[in-house]
């Protein structure tokens, strides 16, 4: 008598595949990390939450935000750092006239 497999369904291989966890993305204080999200000089990842104007960027600013710029628009993954704007250069921007601001992309 010859023997009848049973082809397993892909339901039944999924759930007899090892559970492997995942690891959180590193850290990167300042830098982007290897899933090209940001993080701030004290570790804070990022997010992008779109274009705001010249105002709000200052009110931001004068409410504690950071600022940063990266020069070629890559978004971290060419491995290029943001520059990141502290200090006075900080305070003026928060306390002058709206910066000019110009959209590269």
């Keep these: ?6 082809k397993k369904s892909f339901a039944e291989i999924v759930a007899e595949a090892p559970v492997v ?3 959180e993305p590193e850290i990167c204080p300042g830098a982007y990390n290897t899933a090209g999200e940001l993080f701030d000089p004290a570790g804070n990842r990022l997010r992008k939450i779109g274009k705001i ?15 940063a710029w990266e020069g070629c628009g890559c978004g971290g993954w060419s491995g290029c ?13 928060g306390d002058g006239p709206n910066p000019r601001l110009t959209d590269t992309n």
């Design 1 to 6: 008598m010859e023997t009848v497999r049973h």
């Design 53 to 67: 104007s010249p105002t709000q960027a200052r009110q931001h600013v004068r409410a504690g935000a950071c600022l």
């Design 81 to 93: 750092p943001p520059t990141w704007i502290g200090g006075e250069l900080l305070s003026t921007l």
């Design 21 to 23: 966890p995942t690891s």
